[in-house]
C-alpha cells in the first residue's frame, strides 16, 4: 500500500452486523485506532474493527467523493462491493497491512497498542520519541 495513498475503508464487527466508512491517508494508524476504540462512540459501540474493503485514491478529493457516495448506498450494495473483493469477509488487516486477527468484542487495551506502534493518542513518533 502507497504511503501517499488516501483510502476509503469498511469496517465491521465479529457478527457483520454494522459497516463503517471511512476515509484516510493512513490505513495501519486508523485500524489500530479502530481496534483500541480510539476512533468514535459509534465506532466503540459497535466494535467496529475488521477490515473488509478498502479502495485506494491518490488525490484526497477522489476519496473523499468515493466516502460520501458509498454511505450514500444501501446495505445489499455495500455488501455486494465487499464480496467482489473479499467473499469470506475475512479481516484484511492481516493480510494487507500485516497485522494480526481483529481482538475479541471489546477491543485491545488502548495504552498497549499505541505503545507497540511507537504512537501515542495524538499520533505518531519518530525513532528519538518526538511527536511529529
Known sequence: MSREAFCVYMMTNKGQTTLHIGVTNSMLR????????????????YDLNRLVD?????????????????????REKKEALIGKMNPTWADLAASVLGLGSAPAPGGWKRRRSLDKLGMTDMGARDD?????
Open 54 to 74: 478498502y479502495e485506494q485514491y491518490n488525490d484526497p478529493r477522489d476519496a473523499i467523493a468515493r466516502e460520501k457516495q458509498l454511505k450514500r448506498w444501501r
Open 30 to 45: 486508523r485500524v489500530h485506532q479502530h481496534r483500541s476504540g480510539g476512533v468514535s462512540e459509534f465506532t466503540e459501540r
Open 128 to 132: 528519538a520519541g518526538a511527536e511529529r
